[in-house]
């Protein structure tokens, strides 16, 4: 007798198998591209499907070399190696290469032996010789009490060319190691970023340190409240980071400032940091035209908000009577039909008012809509919108007065605030 498992026939019914290691020390600091390159890699390797380079592009819409970037990336993380390919030229691929996944576990965790059995052999004098210093053996000692974990030869080199390379300080190392193994970091390769990123910073001490992380705390919440302000729980991406960082660092507006413009958002229906930027950018040329500093508010009142929906209103109303005499000049026939619809309109409501007939005034009703009929087919033929001569107001709602006919503030304020803002400086 014998014992047979079924197999899936259909490969996008199977499932990756993604180690937690690549999930939790990889993946966030990652590019999101880059992410999706390794992923969709992955899948086809695991089920030892055939997948080329420009098939993995077409199907992710990625370039070649957005797929070339993401596997160096890779490659220079440790998460994969890049193999060699030759081939005819006539079927070469722009990347030439095979990739294989690597077992991170395996990488890991694996014996100082088993590492240093991959490296040159000539390691075994150059790790004598480390280990003379005193200096580095007690930054040793600290790390392992740090890691919990005994420091396998080829980190000790890693660390060894910190300190001689680069001209890390033996305090700054410490502290790269205590900060990314608090956060769950503990990948030599994620450390060594955090060390030469301090060292480029010009980190000396473990008060320089401990001031850069107070500053980063801090700044991290700044980015949480925006985005908690804009109705976004989640943490900022890099170029949300990005964005944010310019308002304080180069245009040094306060929280209180950025918050202000985030509750400018209210008034459209996808609050987003790029709007909140716009808003800020405004703000910060103005500022720098008028010579004052970026936090100084310009308030507006209510009496230079109705100024301001009073402008909207006749501005509105001239344009409307220039674009009427544009169409008058060009089309007579349709001022004599305004006339005429004038006229109709002032008998339908004296008839309304003395009882006329009913049948009299439904038949200058239909007089009426023949005009207009007529009146429309001018203007279309001769290259003019329908609504050519109407009054266009910037809210329809309120008729730019700000009040609804039920009577209540209109939700275009907000806006109208902001642009009555600037209004005022040149008036």
Known sequence: MNYIKGKIKDFYLLTSEIENIFLNEYMPGAPGDHVKVYLFGFMY?????????????????????????????WADMGVVKKHPRFEEKENACRLNYDVEFLHLREQMYRSPLTAEQEETESYGEENDELLQNQDVKSLLADIQRITGRTISTVEAQEIHSWLTDLGTKP????????????????????????????????????????????????RFGMQKRILQSLGMNRSATEAEKELMNRWFDEMHFSLERVLEACGRTV?????????????????????????????KKITVTQTILNR???FLRKKEEKEAQERKELVYKK?????????????????????LLSGGKRSDIEDIRRQMKELESERAVLLTENDFPIDYTDLK????ICRDTGITEDGRRCTCTGKRTEEAEIWQKSN
């Open 45 to 73: 390797a695991q089920q030892r499907e055939e997948m080329s380079h420009e098939t993995l592009a077409r199907q992710l819409c990625l370039s070649l070399d957005q797929v070339d970037q993401a596997w160096t990336y």
């Open 171 to 218: 305090e700054v190392i410490r502290q790269a190691y205590s900060y990314c193994v608090n956060r769950g970091k503990s990948n030599v390769k994620y450390i060594s970023r955090v060390v030469m990123q301090w060292t480029e910073q010009g980190f000396q001490t473990k008060e320089d340190v401990q001031k850069y992380l107070d500053e980063m705390d801090q």
């Open 267 to 295: 008034s459209i229906s996808n609050p987003n940091l790029r709007y909140v930027n716009k808003i800020l950018e405004n703000w910060y040329q103005e500022a720098r035209k008028e010579g004052r500093d970026v936090n």
């Open 308 to 310: 301001y929906y009073e």
């Open 331 to 351: 089309l007579p026939r349709i001022e004599q039909i305004d006339r005429m619809l004038a006229e109709m309109g002032s008998n339908i409501s004296r008839s």
């Open 393 to 396: 107001y910037s809210c329809e």
